[in-house]
Antibody, heavy 117, light 107 residues
Framework: EVQLLESGGGSVQSGGSLRLSCAASGFTFSSYAMTWVRQAPGKGLEWVSA????????YYAYSVEGRFTISRDNSKNTLYLQMISLRAEDTAIYYC??????????WGKGATVTVSS | DIQMTQSPSSLSASVGDRVTITCRASQSINTYLNWYQQKPGKAPNLLIYTASSLESGVPSRFSGSGSGTDFTLIISSLQPEDFATYYC?????????FGQGTKLEIK
């Protein structure tokens, strides 16, 4: 079964850091681009970041560029999102998703990040 | 950046109704348009990709159309399990962007 499982969420104070992980199973992880999407409480979906299958190219939303770093370890079938200088507006559920062709076809259940000021 | 605008933002409908949700891009995105369904407390679920292709396992009452800047999601006959929030998303260029969502509620 194709599955993505996020971990590493939690509560942190403004200015703090967190690293999210997304463990992939059931597919050849190293063959697919991956992405992070977040959803603030009661709000819509916001694309955060993406990374190519090899990890050679990364892309970010302007709202997180310079503060968040996406990476992957294909030997561990794991995607990461390192978040620093966190702000209250980063409070959200963070989903990882697999990209097939140009769309997000498999999603994890999400990890909750709460940033308190 | 490409802005995605959905309409309506919310919609009340009855079981059996035909429902249309529209999505407009701020510039041409060819057919790089995807639709997702999200139920409360759950992750989004892919319904339609590249504007009109139905994802495997999605009921045929869902259909999508459009190209360029204007796109449509149609649910031909609403079922109780279809009451959810629907999002369009462009994958033409980063930063990828979503519409603000359309909340479909029971009348």
């Amino acid at each position: 079964e194709v599955q993505l499982l996020e971990s590493g969420g939690g509560s942190v104070q403004s200015g703090g850091s967190l690293r999210l992980s997304c463990a992939a199973s059931g597919f050849t992880f190293s063959s697919y681009a991956m992405t992070w999407v977040r959803q603030a409480p009661g709000k819509g979906l916001e694309w955060v970041s993406a990374i190519t299958s090899s990890g050679s190219s990364t892309y970010y939303a302007y709202s997180v560029e310079g503060r968040f770093t996406i990476s992957r370890d294909n030997s561990k079938n794991t995607l990461y999102l390192q978040m620093i200088s966190l702000r209250a507006e980063d409070t959200a559920i963070y989903y990882c998703a697999k990209i097939w062709m140009s769309y997000m076809d498999v999603w994890g259940k999400g990890a909750t990040v709460t940033v308190s000021s | 950046d490409i802005q995605m605008t959905q309409s309506p933002s919310s919609l009340s409908a009855s079981v059996g109704d035909r429902v249309t949700i529209t999505c407009r891009a701020s510039q041409s995105i060819n057919t790089y348009l995807n639709w997702y369904q999200q139920k409360p407390g759950k992750a989004p679920n892919l319904l339609i990709y590249t504007a009109s292709s139905l994802e495997s396992g999605v009921p045929s009452r869902f259909s999508g159309s459009g190209s360029g800047t204007d796109f449509t999601l149609i649910i031909s006959s609403l079922q109780p399990e279809d009451f959810a929030t629907y999002y369009c998303q462009q994958s033409y260029a980063t930063p990828y962007s979503f519409g603000q969502g359309t909340k479909l509620e029971i009348k």
